[in-house]
C-alpha cells in the first residue's frame, strides 16, 4: 500500500483538527483511499499544547529544518496562518520538493505566483482546498465537477463571522457592537476582528475563488471591499420592511465588458437561498454556462471542517501526484488583457435624514434624476427629532452615477445627513 508521510506546521484550531482526523482515521483511510497516511511529525512552538493533542514526544519537531529534512515527511502541512514565518516555511518546503497543503488565504492570495513557481521548479504539488469557505470542497469543485463550463458568477456568503454578527443582529434587532462582542465571546470572532469585519478576509478568498472559477489571476487590488462595521440596527430593520436580509457577498462575474469583483454588505430578496445561510455558515453558488447553477453550503472555518478539507488535499496529493497545479496560466499580476468593471451596475437602498419642508422631496429626486438614476421605491418614514427619514430603492444603476448622487446629496442644505449605502443583489 502507498506510504504518505505528513508534517503538520501549527497545532492551533485548525492543526488539531487535521491531527484528529488523521490519526483516527488511519485505518479508514488505508480501506478506502489504499493509503496509509501518517502524521511523521509537527512543529508547535507550544509544545504541550502539541502533547496534550495526543503527539508523541518525538514527533515534535524543533525547527522546519528538522521538518523538511525528514525524509519519511512527502507532504508539508501549513496551517500556521498570516505571511511570516508561513511563506518562508512553505517555500523551504516546496524548494525540497514536498508538497504543501495550506489552509492559508492570505499567502496564497498574496504569494501565489511566487509559491507555484517554486513549486513547478520541484515537481511539488501545491493544495489549498481549505484556504477557501473552511469543509466547503469549493475548489475541489471549480478543478473537478464543473471544468466543462465556463464559470459566468459566482457569488457567496464566504466569512462566517460576518455572517453570524449580521444574523444576530437581524434576529434579535443589536446593534453591531453587541453582536460583535458576542461574536468574540463565542470564538468566532477573533479580538482584533478586522480582518473579517472590514471584509479583507473574504476579499482574499474571492481572489482565489475569482481567479479559479475564471481561470485568470485576479489579484486582491482588483477586488472593492468594504466591510459591515458601518451597518446599523436601523438599515436591518427597514431591510426587512422591504423583504429582504442582508449579508456579506462575495461576487464574482466574468461577463464580456469584463470581470467584476467585490465584497460588501448587501441586502438580499427573504426567499432567496442566500438569505437563509445564518449563523456563522458559508454558501457560495456558481452559475455555469453549462450546468446552470450549482450551490455549495457548509461550514466555513472550525477544527474538523477545516481539517477536512486539509485531509481531503492530502489524499488528493497522495492519490494524484500529476496534478499539482491552478488551471491557468499564474501570473504575479492580472494579465495585461484582462479587463476589470469597477463601475459596475446594481440596485442601492440609500437612506437619508432630511429636512420637513415643501419642496424636499422634489429637489431630492432632481439630483437622482441628474444621474440618469431611476427610483424604484421612496418611503417616507415617520418623522423624528432630528428630520424625516427617507428610504430609497433605486432600479438598476451605475456605481459611479449612484457616488456622484450622493455627493451632491450630501451638499445640499436640506438633506441633514446621508445616512447608508447598501447595494441591492435581486
Ligand atoms: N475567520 C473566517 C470566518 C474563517 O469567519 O469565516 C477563516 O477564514
Same mark, same amino acid.
Given at each position: 500500500?502507498?506510504?504518505?508521510?505528513?508534517?503538520?506546521?501549527?497545532?492551533?484550531?485548525?492543526?488539531?483538527?487535521?491531527?484528529?482526523?488523521?490519526?483516527?482515521?488511519?485505518?479508514?483511510?488505508?480501506?478506502?483511499?489504499?493509503?496509509?497516511?501518517?502524521?511523521? @511529525? %509537527?512543529?508547535?512552538?507550544?509544545?504541550? +499544547?502539541? /502533547?496534550?493533542? =495526543?503527539?508523541?514526544?518525538?514527533? #515534535?519537531? !524543533?525547527?522546519?529544518?528538522?521538518?523538511?529534512?525528514?525524509?519519511?515527511?512527502?507532504?508539508?502541512?501549513?496551517?500556521?496562518?498570516?505571511?511570516?514565518?508561513?511563506?518562508?516555511?512553505?517555500?523551504?518546503?516546496?524548494?525540497?520538493?514536498?508538497?504543501?497543503?495550506?489552509?492559508?488565504?492570505?499567502?496564497?492570495?498574496?504569494?501565489?505566483?511566487?509559491?507555484?513557481?517554486?513549486?513547478?521548479?520541484?515537481?511539488?504539488?501545491?493544495?489549498?482546498?481549505?484556504? @477557501? %469557505?473552511?469543509?466547503?470542497?469549493?475548489? +475541489?469543485? /471549480?478543478?473537478? =465537477?464543473?471544468?466543462?463550463?465556463? #464559470?459566468? !458568477?459566482?457569488?457567496?456568503?464566504?466569512?462566517?463571522?460576518?455572517?453570524?454578527?449580521?444574523?444576530?443582529?437581524?434576529?434579535?434587532?443589536?446593534?453591531?457592537?453587541?453582536?460583535?462582542?458576542?461574536?468574540?465571546?463565542?470564538?468566532?470572532?477573533?479580538?482584533?476582528?478586522?480582518?473579517?469585519?472590514?471584509?479583507?478576509?473574504?476579499?482574499?478568498?474571492?481572489?482565489?475563488?475569482?481567479?479559479?472559477?475564471?481561470?485568470?489571476?485576479?489579484?486582491?487590488?482588483?477586488?472593492?471591499?468594504?466591510?459591515?462595521?458601518?451597518?446599523?440596527?436601523?438599515?436591518?430593520?427597514?431591510?426587512?420592511?422591504?423583504?429582504?436580509?442582508?449579508?456579506?457577498?462575495?461576487?464574482?462575474?466574468?461577463?464580456?465588458?469584463?470581470?467584476?469583483?467585490?465584497?460588501?454588505?448587501?441586502?438580499?430578496?427573504?426567499?432567496?437561498?442566500?438569505?437563509?445561510?445564518?449563523?456563522?455558515?458559508?454558501?457560495?453558488?456558481?452559475?455555469?454556462?453549462?450546468?446552470?447553477?450549482?450551490?455549495?453550503?457548509?461550514?466555513?472555518?472550525?477544527?474538523?471542517?477545516?481539517?477536512?478539507?486539509?485531509?481531503?488535499?492530502?489524499?488528493?496529493?497522495?492519490?494524484?501526484?500529476?496534478?499539482?497545479?491552478?488551471?491557468?496560466?499564474?501570473?504575479?499580476?492580472?494579465?495585461?488583457?484582462?479587463?476589470?468593471?469597477?463601475?459596475?451596475?446594481?440596485?442601492?437602498?440609500?437612506?437619508?435624514?432630511?429636512?420637513?419642508?415643501?419642496?424636499?422631496?422634489?429637489?431630492?429626486?432632481?439630483?437622482?434624476?441628474?444621474?440618469?438614476?431611476?427610483?424604484?421605491?421612496?418611503?417616507?418614514?415617520?418623522?423624528?427629532?432630528?428630520?424625516?427619514?427617507?428610504?430609497?430603492?433605486?432600479?438598476?444603476?451605475?456605481?459611479?452615477?449612484?457616488?456622484?448622487?450622493?455627493?451632491?446629496?450630501?451638499?445640499?442644505?436640506?438633506?441633514?445627513?446621508?445616512?447608508?449605502?447598501?447595494?441591492?443583489?435581486?
Amino acid at each position: 500500500m502507498k506510504k504518505l508521510g505528513v508534517a503538520i506546521l501549527g497545532m492551533g484550531v485548525v492543526g488539531g483538527g487535521t491531527y484528529k482526523i488523521l490519526t483516527d482515521n488511519r485505518e479508514y483511510f488505508r480501506r478506502t483511499q489504499k493509503l496509509d497516511i501518517t502524521v511523521e @511529525c %509537527v512543529l508547535e512552538r507550544n509544545r504541550q +499544547r502539541a /502533547l496534550d493533542l =495526543g503527539v508523541e514526544e518525538e514527533r #515534535i519537531a !524543533s525547527s522546519i529544518e528538522e521538518v523538511i529534512s525528514n525524509p519519511n515527511v512527502d507532504v508539508v502541512v501549513e496551517v500556521i496562518g498570516g505571511i511570516e514565518p508561513a511563506r518562508s516555511f512553505v517555500l523551504q518546503a516546496l524548494m525540497s520538493g514536498k508538497t504543501v497543503v495550506t489552509s492559508n488565504k492570505e499567502m496564497v492570495c498574496k504569494h501565489w505566483y511566487e509559491l507555484e513557481e517554486e513549486a513547478k521548479k520541484m515537481n511539488a504539488g501545491l493544495l489549498f482546498e481549505a484556504s @477557501c %469557505v473552511g469543509g466547503v470542497p469549493i475548489i +475541489r469543485t /471549480l478543478t473537478d =465537477g464543473t471544468q466543462a463550463n465556463h #464559470i459566468l !458568477s459566482l457569488v457567496g456568503i464566504i466569512n462566517g463571522t460576518t455572517n453570524y454578527i449580521l444574523t444576530k443582529m437581524e434576529q434579535e434587532g443589536s446593534d453591531y457592537a453587541s453582536a460583535l462582542k458576542e461574536a468574540q465571546n463565542l470564538g468566532y470572532a477573533e479580538f482584533n476582528p478586522t480582518a473579517d469585519v472590514e471584509g479583507f478576509d473574504a476579499a482574499y478568498k474571492l481572489s482565489i475563488l475569482s481567479s479559479m472559477a475564471f481561470n485568470k489571476r485576479i489579484p486582491l487590488e482588483n477586488v472593492y471591499r468594504e466591510g459591515i462595521t458601518k451597518i446599523t440596527a436601523e438599515d436591518i430593520a427597514y431591510g426587512k420592511k422591504l423583504g429582504y436580509k442582508i449579508k456579506l457577498l462575495a461576487i464574482g462575474k466574468d461577463t464580456p465588458a469584463g470581470v467584476e469583483v467585490r465584497v460588501h454588505p448587501a441586502f438580499v430578496p427573504a426567499g432567496e437561498m442566500l438569505a437563509s445561510v445564518n449563523d456563522s455558515f458559508n454558501a457560495v453558488k456558481l452559475v455555469g454556462d453549462s450546468v446552470g447553477e450549482v450551490m455549495l453550503y457548509g461550514r466555513g472555518a472550525g477544527a474538523l471542517p477545516t481539517g477536512s478539507a486539509i485531509v481531503s488535499d492530502i489524499i488528493f496529493a497522495g492519490k494524484h501526484p500529476e496534478i499539482a497545479y491552478s488551471t491557468f496560466e499564474n501570473t504575479k499580476e492580472a494579465d495585461k488583457n484582462t479587463k476589470f468593471v469597477s463601475d459596475f451596475t446594481t440596485k442601492y437602498f440609500i437612506r437619508l435624514t432630511v429636512e420637513d419642508k415643501a419642496g424636499v422631496l422634489s429637489k431630492i429626486a432632481g439630483v437622482f434624476a441628474k444621474y440618469n438614476v431611476s427610483l424604484k421605491e421612496v418611503k417616507q418614514e415617520v418623522a423624528k427629532a432630528n428630520g424625516v427619514p427617507l428610504v430609497i430603492i433605486t432600479h438598476e444603476t451605475q456605481e459611479f452615477s449612484i457616488r456622484k448622487t450622493l455627493e451632491k446629496l450630501e451638499s445640499l442644505e436640506e438633506v441633514i445627513s446621508v445616512d447608508s449605502l447598501i447595494r441591492v443583489e435581486e
